[in-house]
Each structure stands twice: as structure tokens, then as C-alpha cells.
């Protein structure tokens, strides 16, 4: 297992921790954002343009490359990270949730997930032992384990039965982690029962993985929810372990969740939001295409450095929008990737510098006062 | 008027040179491609890209700009410069051609063109002072007279009511020249008619332009055609002012046009082509489409120092397309508008050490074997 991760340092009034994580392509400090390329390419950026916007680590999603191109064409060719021209660390899901949320006649059972292909039609099964082997063929830095996702809301009976097969399938993935060029991530389940969630945390450290995800949070639930059954999980997993929030959030949600131990996060919000003309700013949210921005000369936020605001207003970018350029989603993908990885590099160093509490509170406040 | 030219250095063998063009936005060294911005943003390019990709000069759509956002607008917002955020030079049309060839009830007649606008229905008219006046507004470098570009074919009678017609309108447009803050650029047509292009490059020229366009060329003709009327058209304009043909064309295209005297160029090929996933490259254009790419290693052109020759593999563009990935038009247009700007460039350095023949019999015998 080439992948080791080490705290290194801690907020006293929190359980927020700065880290870092070290792979087979180079270390990721955390707390650590990781933009989404579902394909193999975060959408309108190129890898060097994800290199100049901060980026360490990216997501890929390994359901839709194992359907296209294929984890055999992406072998062939070297693998995702030759493949994507990126040469830094790479975390890929399992692929099951995809399955699970986006494919017709997809049935869940002890031995894995049956499927009907949306590109044949033919039956098709992904089984821990299968979409650990196809995160091999990708050369993944971080594969994750097949887990059990129920659909929220769940009651206790279905979210019970989940986490035991979860936790049957994590425990046949273990031992394949030796075939991986990096690490294996366990993954907790449990629905909204934190006590679930804690239960299934310790069974899961019991396996000594690497590195924990929490999956199955910010589907729906209440925020305060998702805030007591990400504590409970956490206080079940190993300290000295990463701990990644799976499909996480908002920038107000990515310091909340560090406030309670959480180290890493993946999100399609700041890529897909940019590409609707919803910017993220340090005063709120802003929907470009107001027409209130139709003469603004600022830029989407005057306290920011990315590109887009050191050279472009409001109103250039909403004329953009309005006019479906392409060019309009790309200045404001970079504008919001920056301000996510901004927002992770002043919480690390707020860890650092002992003011993580200072930030978290003004984090709070703004969301509040936002328009 | 502040806008200069001045000849460098001239192929003994054909009719090329290369220039200094210096505008109110800096130098632009000729022969130059300027990449098409349309609405102000060349489709998939951040300024900044433009920049890295070697981009001296862009041409921008008056007739879009002025729909949408408005020149008012731009000029309220400091011009289509600051509007950018492109410090370089900028060409900018007329909108003559866009009226006539897009909207819907256009009369053309003798005080200018009439037409329904497409945005609320209102019926408009664009005057050879009025399309002056908005590309003032925009401050463009170098502006554009309004011209009557007939389709193609004409008889000979519609070409020179045409020719009549367009003098007359720069006659009414050369002393509005002193309210640009750059240069203003008079057309020559005629259609396919060389004598008439040749009497018309005459005529114009006694108005003593800065600078000399050749309209509606490459509009369906056939290709001897088009080198003819060039010839005829660049014999009537004075040597000592730059020669720009309008919407041209193919990168052979462009090097037959230098070889004829021509200096400046502006085509939507590479940028649409690219979206379209055809690259250009030293053998030959090619579909990325296409199946046997699927496994390709290679990069699109190995003869190419493109950042997307360098860094991405023609299986990774392909999949990106297939997925109509954004970042796949993307790399592309890096890759087309460098390859075009990359010719440019060496056509100016052959012309300079006096091998232009050489590169002409290259780039001649390139397409021929081109697959």
C-alpha cells in the first residue's frame, strides 16, 4: 500500500485537522477539494489549467470510463493519469453508485450490482472484486471500495441491511488492495442513523483501511442531520486516518464538515454551477445572468485573484452567458475552482495559524448575510 | 489617422512581404491570421489563451456586438478593448456582410442597407457613416467600411452596380476616418470579374486608405478564380499599404494569398472546425471522430509544439469529442489556432530569409498527398 497520510496540526476547539496525503503520483495537503472529471477531463479545463488553478488531486468517475473509452483502452494507454496528461494524484469511485443512481433494471445483491448496460442493453455485474480490478486498469492513487448507497429517505430496516452488505463487500475488497498502484478507501454507510454510522465506522477500522469515505451524506437529509451522522461516523473511524465526505457541498458545507473532521471532499457544485452562470463569491452566490450585471464593470468578486477577476467584469461574463459562448463557462469554472481551492488553502492555513474558529464563524455569517 | 504600415522584407520570386502593422493597441506583424471573436470571445479562448497561443490581432463581429450587448453598451463599459480584457489590437467589420447574409427582408440601396432586426422585428437601417460611428464606439484599431457584398455567382451587372455602389459609400465614409481612434480599412469588390476588381482597387485607392480589404472572396468560386481576381484586385492597391482578404481561408489558402500580395486574413475555419473535431496538422487535415483513433498514442501532429501536442494524445481528444467534452474543442482550438499562427509564422521567417518559394512547393505538395 503506497499511500500514507499524516496530521500535521489540529484546531483545539475542533475536530478540524491539517494534513497530508501522499500517493504514487505526489502529496495532497488536506483539508483537500478535489474537482470532478467525470470522463477524464473537468469540464472546460484543461489538466494545466487545473495545475494553475491549484488543483493537487482530481476525482474520476470510474463507471463512465469503464463504458467509454473502457478500462481496457485507458490501460493500453498507460493508464488515466498518461491518458488525462495529468500527473498528479487521481481518486476514482467504485463506480456503484452510478450504476445504482443512473441505470435502468439495476438490481443489488449479496454478490454485487446487476445491470443493464445503457450502451447494449447486455447484463452486466459489478462486484468488489470487479471495480477494484477495473481501478487497477485505471492506476488510480485512491480506489474506492463497492458500497451500498439506499436512496434517502431510508428507514432503519433498509439502511441496516445496506451497511451489512457494505460491509461484506469491503471486507472481500481488503485483501485485493495489494493489487493497486495506491490505496483502497473504505467506505461508512448507515443512512441518517448516527448510530449506524458509528457502528459501521468501527467494524469498517477493524479492516485497517488507508483512508475512510462517508458516503450516502447530502442526499437530501437535513443539514443538522448530515452534521450528527458525520460525527458520529468520524468518532468510529481512526484518527490518523483520511476521512473523505463523498459528494460534498457547498463552500459553507466543506468548512463545516472540516470543523468535524473531515479531510477530503469531491463536488460537481462550483464546475456545474459555473456552467449554469452561478458564481461562488466571498459575499454569496451570484446568478450571472441577471440582468442587474448587464453594465457592471466589477468583477464577479473584488477580493478575489483568480484570472477571471483580475481581468474581466460582470458584464463580460454575463454577456457571455447570455449569448451561450463557451468561453463564458470557462472563466467562470476558474472562478469557482479557485474559490473552492482558496477556500481550502485559507481554512489549512487558518488550521495552521490557530484561527480556524475565527474562520468558521465568519464563514457562517456571510452565508448568512449573503443576498 | 494612427495607424502605419510599413513592407520589411519581400519574396523576390512572388508578390509576399512581410510587414509591421502599428495600431493604436501595439504592432502586429504580417502576414497575420486573426482569430474570429464573433460576440468578443473567440469560442473556447480566454484572452489569456490568445495571448499564449500567439495571437498579434483578433476580428470581432461589429453587427453581433451591436445586437447584443449593444455598442452603447461596450462604450459605456470603456470600449470592446477593456470589454475583452484584450490588451492587442482588434479588427472589426462592418456588419455590411452579417446584414446582408443573415438577416431576414434586407433591402440594399443606395443610402445603405435596410433590414428587420432580428431581435424585436423593428426595421433598421446601417449607413456607410453609421457603421463608422458604432465601430468608434467599440474602438476598434482598424474599422471597416460598409461594402455590398453580392452572392455568388453575379452577373456582371449586379457586380458593378455593386462595385458603384460600395465606391460611392467609401467615398461618404473616408473622412469619418479622423473620429476612429485607429485606422480605416476600404473593400474592394467586383465578384469575380477582374477587370472590375482591378478598376474598383484603382478608384479606391485614390481615397488614400490606410489599409485595403478584398471582399467577398472564397465564396464559392472556383479556386483559379479566386488567385485571379486577388492578383488583379492587389495590382490596382498601393504596395506601400497592407492588403487584407476577407474570410480566408484554408492554411494553403492563406500561403497561395501571401504569395499574390495579400497581408492580412481573418477565417472561422480553424475555430469551427476544431468544435467540428477537425484538426489541422503538417500532413493533412484530420477527423478525430474517426475509429482508428480510439487507441491512438500519438499526438495529433508530432511535428507540432502546441501545448495539446505536447501533453494529449489523439485517443484522449477523440474520447473527449465522442463525449462532447468542452475540453475536447477546447484543445483542439489551441491546437488549430497555434498551427494557423505557427504558419503564419514561418511564412514571415521564409519570407525574411528569402525561402518562400520553398515553403510554397512545401505546403503545395503537403496537400496533395494529404490522405
Known amino acids: 500500500m503506497s499511500i500514507a497520510f499524516t496530521v500535521q496540526s489540529r484546531d483545539e476547539k475542533s475536530e478540524a485537522r491539517c494534513g497530508l496525503l501522499e500517493t504514487p503520483h505526489g502529496k495532497v495537503e488536506t483539508p483537500a477539494f478535489m474537482p470532478v472529471g467525470t470522463y477524464g477531463a473537468v469540464k472546460g479545463m484543461r489538466s494545466e489549467d487545473l495545475e494553475a488553478v491549484g488543483a493537487q488531486i482530481v476525482l474520476s468517475n470510474t463507471y463512465h470510463l469503464a463504458e467509454r473509452p473502457g478500462a481496457d483502452t485507458i490501460a493500453r494507454l498507460g493508464g488515466l493519469h498518461r491518458f488525462m496528461g495529468w500527473n498528479q494524484p487521481i481518486l476514482t469511485d467504485s463506480g456503484g453508485y452510478q450504476v445504482m443512481s443512473?441505470?435502468?433494471?439495476?438490481?443489488?445483491?449479496?454478490?454485487?450490482?446487476?445491470?443493464?448496460?445503457?450502451?447494449?442493453?447486455?447484463?452486466?455485474?459489478?462486484?468488489?472484486?470487479?471495480?477494484?480490478?477495473?481501478?487497477?486498469?485505471?492506476?488510480?492513487?485512491?480506489?474506492?471500495?463497492?458500497?451500498?448507497?439506499?436512496?434517502?429517505?431510508?428507514?432503519?430496516?433498509?439502511?441496516?441491511?445496506?451497511?451489512?452488505?457494505?460491509?461484506?463487500?469491503?471486507?472481500?475488497?481488503?485483501?485485493?488492495?495489494?493489487?493497486?498502484?495506491?490505496?483502497?478507501?473504505?467506505?461508512?454507510?448507515?443512512?441518517?442513523?448516527?448510530?449506524?454510522?458509528?457502528?459501521?465506522?468501527?467494524?469498517?477500522?477493524?479492516?485497517?483501511?488507508?483512508?475512510?469515505?462517508?458516503?450516502?451524506?447530502?442526499?437530501?437529509?437535513?443539514?443538522?442531520?448530515?452534521?450528527?451522522?458525520?460525527?458520529?461516523?468520524?468518532?468510529?473511524?481512526?484518527?490518523?486516518?483520511?476521512?473523505?465526505?463523498?459528494?460534498?457541498?457547498?463552500?459553507?458545507?466543506l468548512i463545516e464538515a472540516v470543523s468535524r473532521g473531515a479531510d477530503m471532499f469531491d463536488c460537481v457544485i462550483p464546475t456545474r454551477h459555473a456552467r449554469n452562470g452561478v458564481a461562488f463569491t466571498s459575499t454569496g452566490k451570484i446568478s450571472i445572468k441577471q440582468q442587474c450585471y448587464a453594465e457592471d464593470p466589477e468583477p464577479l468578486d473584488s477580493n478575489c485573484k483568480c484570472p477571471t477577476c483580475r481581468r474581466y467584469s460582470r458584464a463580460y461574463l454575463r454577456h457571455l452567458k447570455m449569448r451561450s459562448e463557451m468561453s463564458g463557462a470557462i472563466l467562470l469554472t476558474w472562478h469557482n475552482l479557485f474559490h473552492y481551492l482558496d477556500s481550502m488553502r485559507r481554512i489549512r492555513h487558518a488550521i495552521h495559524s490557530a484561527s480556524f474558529a475565527d474562520l468558521l464563524v465568519e464563514a457562517r455569517s456571510a452565508e448568512e448575510a449573503a443576498p
Not at 448496460?117 to 488510480?140: F, N
Not at 431510508?154 to 495489494?178: C, H, I, M, N, Y
Request: aromatic share 6%.
Open 102 to 253: 443512473l441505470s435502468r433494471r439495476c438490481v443489488v445483491h449479496d454478490d454485487g450490482v446487476t445491470f443493464q448496460s445503457p450502451l447494449d442493453g447486455s447484463e452486466r455485474t459489478l462486484t468488489p472484486e470487479s471495480v477494484v480490478a477495473i481501478q487497477a486498469q485505471l492506476g488510480s492513487d485512491i480506489a474506492m471500495v463497492l458500497d451500498e448507497c439506499v436512496a434517502n429517505p431510508a428507514d432503519r430496516k433498509t439502511a441496516e441491511k445496506a451497511v451489512a452488505r457494505t460491509q461484506g463487500w469491503a471486507v472481500r475488497s481488503r485483501p485485493l488492495a495489494e493489487n493497486l498502484p495506491g490505496g483502497l478507501f473504505g467506505i461508512v454507510q448507515g443512512s441518517v442513523y448516527p448510530d449506524l454510522r458509528h457502528a459501521h465506522a468501527l467494524q469498517l477500522s477493524a479492516l485497517d483501511f488507508p483512508g475512510y469515505a462517508i458516503g450516502g451524506l447530502s442526499v437530501g437529509e437535513e443539514k443538522e442531520v448530515t452534521w450528527e451522522v458525520l460525527e458520529a461516523a468520524v468518532q468510529g473511524l481512526p484518527d490518523d486516518k483520511p476521512h473523505y465526505v463523498m459528494g460534498m457541498g457547498t463552500p459553507l458545507d
